[in-house]
Nanobody, 122 residues
Framework: VQLVESGGGSVRAGDSLRLSCAAS????????VGWFRQAPGKEREFVAH????????DYAQPLKGRFAISRDNNRNTALLQMNDLESEDTAVYYC????????????????WGQGTQVTVSS
């Protein structure tokens, strides 16, 4: 069972990035996916989640309108599109999976990726 994130990098403020989360070894279409991030010296925080079906999603309030989560169950992949990036978005971004319903709380997710670094310079 594995989640592997990719797509991070160093960009300038105002740029966009798309993160990918590739799942293997689990019935992906039965798992909700969450994205979390952890900035240096800060606790890990919720970014977005999407239901197993992909029909419903939610976001941290400050990120609504800039970030978009999606998934392709045929490809066992979840995506996080990040637009108009700000320096405050600099963090390690993690995807996580949880059976059935999504959650806003990281401790409820049972499968985690290794994280991908996003650095935004102003």
């Amino acid at each position: 069972v594995q989640l592997v994130e990719s797509g991070g990098g160093s960009v300038r403020a105002g740029d966009s990035l798309r993160l990918s989360c590739a799942a293997s070894g689990l019935p992906f279409s039965s798992y909700s996916v969450g994205w979390f991030r952890q900035a240096p010296g800060k606790e890990r925080e919720f970014v977005a989640h999407i239901t197993a079906s992909g029909f419903d999603a939610d976001y941290a309030q400050p990120l609504k309108g800039r970030f978009a989560i999606s998934r392709d169950n045929n490809r066992n992949t979840a995506l996080l599109q990040m637009n108009d990036l700000e320096s405050e978005d600099t963090a390690v971004y993690y995807c996580a999976a949880k059976y059935n319903k999504p959650s806003y709380y990281d401790f409820e997710y049972t499968i985690w990726g290794q994280g991908t670094q996003v650095t935004v310079s102003s």
